[in-house]
Nanobody, 127 residues
Framework: QVQLVESGGGAVQAGGSLRLSCATS????????MGWFRQAPGKEREFVAA????????YYTNSVKGRFTISRDNAKNTVYLQMNSLKPEDTAVYYC????????????????????WGQGTQVTVSS
């Protein structure tokens, strides 16, 4: 079994920064991509960012471009989300997700494309 464990969430004021981490453990995963999604109260889960594991290509939703940066450490099997210039609308539970190789692939922004999920970490941004 593959486990994803997020950390780094918390409460900050608008304009502040947080760095989320997501470590993969358990069975060795042949990772094709990892992504970050978020879900605010009363809203559907939405895509935030993704990274193609081998090549390092990155993808972002428009609302976080220029503020958030996704990166990975292959040796540590860890993906990061550096969040700068945080806004109150960034408040949500953030989930990391991993997709293994294999099968047809539609796109990085679809949560159905990911096989494994973390438990989520709360990010709260106050104005």
């Amino acid at each position: 079994q593959v486990q994803l464990v997020e950390s780094g969430g918390g409460a900050v004021q608008a304009g502040g920064s947080l760095r989320l981490s997501c470590a993969t453990s358990g069975r060795t995963l042949s990772t094709y991509a990892m992504g970050w999604f978020r879900q605010a109260p009363g809203k559907e889960r939405e895509f935030v960012a993704a990274i193609r594991w081998s090549a390092g290509n990155t993808y972002y939703t428009n609302s976080v471009k220029g503020r958030f940066t996704i990166s990975r450490d292959n040796a540590k099997n860890t993906v990061y989300l550096q969040m700068n210039s945080l806004k109150p609308e960034d408040t949500a539970v953030y989930y990391c997700a991993a997709r293994a190789y294999g099968g047809s692939f539609v796109g990085f922004s679809r949560d159905s494309e990911y096989h494994y999920w973390g438990q989520g970490t709360q990010v709260t941004v106050s104005s």
